[in-house]
């Protein structure tokens, strides 16, 4: 039971983010597939999946197209009840679907003047009045969901994680991007969607891929990117301590070194996106943990 997912560059389309994220967060199988967002290919992409237009868009193990992250979020906690993709008190599901509403039909000048990029953090950006004033509310929603039904021990809106948090890690994503002033309790629940390893994922393969230009931010310069600094990584040459690679099980042929040890990996990719951030990938990390006893 796999769906296939439709998703535009991970660095800069957050709609997919979020489309992703439903998957991968709830353990839910899926193929992903990158649809030319940039390369002007996105229509030919589509076009078995009438009537969308846009990323993300799903088609379900029968077949059935599904697009518009708020339908797909629907249809997919219609078909995995057991997912917890809502929460489970009928009051916190209420609540999360506000807040999910409104993050996907509001907030039009973060969105307008802060668009995601999780390249680093834009230098000397000043926000708008306009921008300052979805912020507070932003704050309002988080603030309000996390007295309510939060836990002491988790970051999350409320509790465990849920849908509310992947539609708003974009949200989490600008704000970083950005630098947009916020107060402590919104920027712990920042820097929580930018330690979490799915999202370290996501960053990390949409990193494989340079752009020039960049898109969005017109040449500003940027800054280190403020979630968790990853290990240092590098391309190297064989052999390597592993004979097959951990995503995969096929042979290697393409190598990383890190603290002084030469990992290998089935195609270039399955290293770059290790390098990029090798704490992020479960099956690297039990990899290593195996061989080192």
């Given at each position: 039971m796999t769906y296939d997912l439709y998703i535009g560059d991970q660095t800069f389309s957050s709609w997919s983010l979020r489309g992703w994220l439903m998957f991968e967060a709830f353990n839910i199988p899926f193929r992903s597939h990158l649809a030319g967002l940039y390369s002007g290919t996105l229509k030919?992409?589509?076009?078995e999946l009438a009537p969308a237009r846009f990323v993300p868009v799903m088609k379900t193990p029968d077949g059935i197209p599904v697009g518009?992250?708020?339908?797909?979020?629907?249809?997919?906690?219609?078909?995995?009840?057991?997912?917890?993709?809502?929460p489970e008190d009928?009051?916190?599901r209420a609540?999360?679907?506000?807040?999910?509403a409104?993050?996907?039909?509001?907030?039009?000048?973060?969105?307008?003047?802060?668009?995601?990029q999780l390249l680093g953090v834009v230098d000397g950006f000043d926000p708008s009045a306009e921008v300052l004033a979805d912020l507070t509310r932003i704050e309002e929603l988080w603030a309000i969901a996390r007295a309510k039904f939060g836990r002491d021990n988790s970051p999350w809106l409320f509790g465990d994680y849920s849908l509310a948090d992947v539609f708003y890690a974009p949200v989490a994503a600008r704000i970083a991007g950005f630098g947009l002033p916020v107060s402590a309790g919104a920027h712990a629940y920042v820097a929580a969607h930018l330690a979490d390893p799915a999202f370290r994922r996501w960053r990390a393969m949409g990193l494989l891929?340079?752009?020039?230009?960049?898109?969005?931010?017109?040449?500003?310069p940027l800054s280190d990117w403020p979630g968790p600094a990853p290990l240092a990584a590098v391309a190297?040459?064989?052999?390597?301590i592993n004979?097959?690679?951990p995503y995969s099980g096929d042979p290697v042929t393409d190598f990383l070194k890190l603290n002084g040890q030469v990992w290998g990996f089935c195609n270039p990719g399955c290293r770059d996106k290790t390098v990029n951030d090798p704490e992020a990938w479960p099956a690297f990390v039990a990899m290593v943990a195996a061989h080192s006893g």
């Open positions: 030919e992409d589509l076009a518009d992250t708020l339908a797909m979020a629907e249809t997919l906690a219609e078909a995995h009840p057991d997912a917890g993709l809502w009928p009051a916190a609540l999360a679907r506000w807040l999910v409104e993050m996907h039909s509001g907030f039009g000048a973060l969105r307008g003047d802060c668009p995601m891929k340079s752009y020039d230009p960049v898109p969005y931010i017109d040449g500003l190297c040459s064989g052999p390597s004979d097959a690679c």
